[in-house]
């Protein structure tokens, strides 16, 4: 089984609540908490676990050939980031930190002046405490992609989980409704809301 926590507002007590649940469960059944909190990963703070590397993130990223580049100025136009600046009659630039891997301007080139390379944007981790399997998903500092961060860690969480075979699965989201928490949310079989009695955490 599969459950989330998350909640539109950071400090409502998430994190608090998934270990709890957590350690709790790991009384009387093999448990994993996920934390999926890529910006700011806490879960091994909470559950006193000193993290293993287990696997480093990478996402794609452009790779400009100017040699064959005519300065047409479409893999700009196509780019939803803005990570490509084109002026009129010059090669385009590549901002690399704002580029998210859509791959949109690749397809976009018409003369194969643009392949694939890679990034570095996160790192994945394990642990054990109190009898909790933890894996933690942290995003690179000054990267932007915490959703596909979300998305490896989700898929690596499933990966061990072939060897660890845990009976539930905590998967503690980041707060808010953006790609990161819906990274968290997906495939999951219910879901707890955490908030707090002031205007901002109702919505
Ligand atoms: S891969 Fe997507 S986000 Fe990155 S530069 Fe190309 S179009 Fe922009
Ligand atoms: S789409 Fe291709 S040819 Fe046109 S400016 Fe971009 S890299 Fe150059």
Redesign the pocket.
């Known amino acids: 089984m599969k459950i989330a926590v998350t909640g539109g507002k950071g400090g409502v007590g998430k994190s608090m609540v998934a270990n709890s649940l957590a350690v709790e469960f790991a009384r009387k059944i093999k448990t994993m908490l996920v934390d999926a909190d890529a910006e700011c990963p806490n879960d091994h703070l909470l559950l006193s676990v000193k993290r293993k590397k287990y696997k480093t993130i990478y996402q794609?990223?452009?790779q400009f050939d100017y040699e064959k580049c005519q300065k047409c100025g479409k893999?700009a136009a196509?780019?939803?980031?803005n990570?490509?600046i084109f002026a009129k009659g010059k090669y385009p630039a590549?901002v690399k930190d704002l580029?998210?891997?859509?791959?949109?301007?690749?397809v976009a080139c018409p003369y194969g002046a643009i392949t694939e390379t890679t990034k570095e944007i996160g790192t994945i981790y394990t642990g054990k405490n109190y009898g909790v399997e933890l894996v933690s998903g942290e995003l690179k500092l000054g990267e932007l992609a915490s959703g596909e961060v979300v998305a490896e860690l989700r898929k690596a969480a499933d990966e061990i989980n072939e060897k660890t075979k845990a009976d539930i699965m905590i998967i503690d989201s980041s707060p808010g409704i953006g790609c990161p928490v819906i990274a968290s949310l997906v495939g999951t079989d219910y879901v707890v809301a955490v908030t707090e009695p002031t205007p901002s955490a109702l919505f």
């Open positions: 794609p990223i452009p893999c196509v780019c939803k980031q990570a490509i590549f580029c998210i891997g859509c791959k949109a301007c690749v």
